[in-house]
T-cell receptor, first 115, second 121 residues
Framework: AQTVTQSQPEMSVQEAETVTLSCTYDTSESNYYLFWYKQPPSRQMILVIR??????QNATENRFSVNFQKAAKSFSLKISDSQLGDTAMYFC????????????FGGGTRLMVKP | GAVVSQHPSWVICKSGTSVKIECRSL??????MFWYRQFPKQSLMLMAT?????????EQGVEKDKFLINHASLTLSTLTVTSAHPEDSSFYIC?????????????????FGDGTRLSIL
């Protein structure tokens, strides 16, 4: 069974600073996708970034980037120039390719951006 | 595109009543819908997966007679919490997946609704 672990229940960062959220996963699959979702206080689930396991290049989306280490099964999220609106729960998620897109979520990291 | 509407967003009702939550895909055909439950400050817990026209597949520990799921059309799935009690109070989120699936036309495995906050008194 696949598992996703986020070892940091809570983190805080000063506005405009950079923060990195950790995620590790366990799988025997070679082809899969990884995601970071953001859940603000409104509780919407917002896709932040996704990574395809067969791509070596780390995904980036504006201020958000990942450090994907396939051998180590690590998938961390870096948020640069943190903004107050980045305050939210962040969930790391995994799905194997072709598995009906069932997502396995990590336990989440609560990020607080301080002014 | 790929909008999922969930209704109601918040419901309060008395213990013993049944509550129905709707999940609609507004601009795509949802062959599969997922229902999650989320407790405060916790992650999403998958309750069940439903495919259009067939019975839902429930995760271990989820009572199928308690949480009735119907996916009668390609745009609508419903979750009915029967004889609700205070311990059923939670945040319920649905998501939907279209025919194309991930990696073909969509960059998302599932499109999420905005959730329903259920409070049982």
């Amino acid at each position: 069974a696949q598992t996703v672990t986020q070892s940091q229940p809570e983190m805080s960062v000063q506005e405009a600073e950079t923060v990195t959220l950790s995620c590790t996963y366990d799988t025997s699959e070679s082809n899969y996708y990884l995601f970071w979702y953001k859940q603000p206080p409104s509780r919407q689930m917002i896709l932040v970034i996704r990574q395809e396991a067969y791509k070596q290049q780390n995904a980036t989306e504006n201020r958000f980037s990942v450090n994907f280490q396939k051998a180590a099964k690590s998938f961390s999220l870096k948020i640069s120039d943190s903004q107050l609106g980045d305050t939210a729960m962040y969930f790391c998620a995994y799905t194997p390719r072709g598995a009906g897109n069932m997502l396995t979520f990590g336990g989440g990291t609560r990020l607080m951006v301080k002014p | 595109g790929a909008v999922v509407s969930q209704h109601p967003s918040w419901v309060i009702c008395k213990s013993g009543t049944s509550v129905k939550i709707e999940c609609r895909s507004l601009d795509f055909q949802a062959t599969t819908m997922f229902w999650y439950r989320q407790f405060p400050k916790q992650s999403l817990m998958l309750m069940a997966t439903s495919n259009e026209g067939s019975k839902a597949t429930y995760e271990q520990g989820v009572e199928k007679d308690k949480f009735l799921i119907n996916h009668a059309s390609l745009t609508l799935s419903t979750l009915t919490v029967t004889s609700a009690h205070p311990e059923d109070s939670s945040f319920y989120i649905c998501s939907a997946r279209g025919r194309q699936g991930l990696g073909t036309y969509s960059n998302q495995p599932q499109h999420f609704g905005d959730g329903t906050r259920l409070s049982i008194l």
